[in-house]
């Protein structure tokens, strides 16, 4: 049940992203389920038991490899799917709590806040990175056996 | 022996020109009776660049691009940088370089995807320099967005899953969504009136922090925190995020450090408008 809610708020809230990016209309869906997928991996990696950063790594992997394939199917620029799909996954809460905790004078939980923010979007650059070297392998493999 | 010196000369007299030709392949058109403009690769070039840098695109895609416009209209070796606030093209090395500076940018995909096509198409061979050209200034002056109050229910709807999704309870969700919506809104105007973004998006934060409060005081939702994050996913900097380090990998680095600070700058401004309210709590 929670898996359900949690599926259906992550469709709405990246599709609604792409709206905001305004992404060509014909794929809405696509970015939404990009999102999705993304997201639904790092909630139930999280609810394992496994730290936000490589939770979060491997659920921006997921997304580069999901956009890659969009990207390559219906021949568009790859950053109308990465962009819609990684949103949820940027750490948005804990920047806020850091923020806050600063505004309270708690400069020292405001501080520790703020490297797992940082840890986390590297975590981020680098599972978005993950599509660029596997395209890469690819492509240099394909030379080789050619 | 005269035969075939004039042959030689017709060929050297024919020879430049052809290479001319192919190189600076240039039409004039007649426009409007009296105008005549000359449409250059450069020109189309420089058109598809500048508008995809306005609408948000990395510049590493930008470069590609021009590079693979160029040649495709047989340019052997195009010379192309762009950072996110200019553009700076040549045909050869060393040649004559052609400069545009970007004042506004924005965000917008579907110019992006709609150049990409273009783009395509002529390294397909399907579009010819000046139905290229027509094509690209037609995008430039299109207004593909969504009409404000679509994005607006779009930030509402936003919000609210965001709400959900960073573990608030349904009760958080519709003053999550009307916070983000105002927030979202109040945005959309200051930026008209004022056009300075940062403190655009400071104003959107403000409003947000604003009405949470309000509606936890008059007894909607249960927490704050949970409704203020949902609100102000919408102005976070995803694209300026995602963007940044595309193009630092590329090896961008004065692009990806720009687009960097620029994010960095818009999530100060985010969370100095919310820390405002916080502050008062």
Redesign the interface.
Known sequence: MIIM??LI??F??SA??????????N?LVQCGLVGMFG?ILYYVLVEAGMDAVPATTFAAMLVAVLSHTCAKIF???I??F??SG???L?P??I???A??N???NDYYTGVQLSAQVMLL?GG??IG??FS?VINQLVNKSRMLFK | MLLKLLTRGAFFLSFPQAKLYNINKSIAFEAGGFMFEQITIEKVCILAGKIMLVSGAETYRVEDTMDRISTAFGVKNPQSYATPTGISFSLDIAGTSNFLRVTNRSTDLHKIAEVNNISRKITAGELDIKEAYEQLEKIDQAKLTFPAWAQILAAALVSGCFAIMFGGTWNDFIPSSIAGAFGFAGMLGFERVIEIRFLAEFFGAFLIGLSALLFLYCGFGNALDKTIIGAVMPLVPGLHITNAIRDLMAGHLVSGLSKGVEALLTAFAIGAGVALIIAFV
């Open positions: 809610q949690q708020t992550s709405i809230a609604g992203f792409g709206i905001l990016f305004n992404a060509p209309r794929a997201w021949k568009k620029p950053i109308i990465t962009v990684v949103i949820p940027v948005g809460g920047a806020y709590n923020m806050r600063f505004v309270e979007s981020i650059a978005l990175m660029g």
